[in-house]
């Protein structure tokens, strides 16, 4: 009668030449704190530029609103005073949009940057990681085959 082949030996010995490669894995996290270390300090710096426009169009605005409210000898300069102020405000307005605008684009740029390396990066480490795979599944696969027999 003819023998039964005992899969378990060849499925055991299969599993243990598969190597679980934990370099790799310190590799991947290493990458990935340090990706997201960069993408911290491109928004830590967006959100101080953007706190110092905002501080600056404060104590700008302030400074406007103090001389508006000064008292004036005549009716009619109240009104001149509200109109430079509007008109004041609206020019400054443009301004600091046009500032967070840099800073918003700036980001973007730096962001995409950041991205596409990352992504070049992890391309070649998946590629490199792929290639050693299937060598090392190929050579597994043949010493499991040479074993069965």
Known sequence: MAKTQDFT????DMMGSFPVDTKAMEEQF???TTLAEKMSGVAIE???KSAEISSKWTQDTLAKVEAM???KADP???AKA???????QAESAAEHMSAFAEIAKKVQTQTMELV???GKDMSEDMTAA??????EVTAAAKKATTSAK
Not at 82 to 88: E, G, I, P
Request: proline share 0%.
């Open 9 to 12: 030996a060849v499925f055991k």
């Open 30 to 32: 290493k990458n990935q």
């Open 46 to 48: 967006a959100a101080g």
């Open 69 to 71: 409210s000064k008292a």
């Open 76 to 78: 009619a300069d109240y």
């Open 82 to 88: 509200m109109t430079d102020f509007a008109s004041a």
């Open 116 to 118: 596409l390396a990352a």
């Open 130 to 135: 792929a290639k050693k795979a299937t060598d």
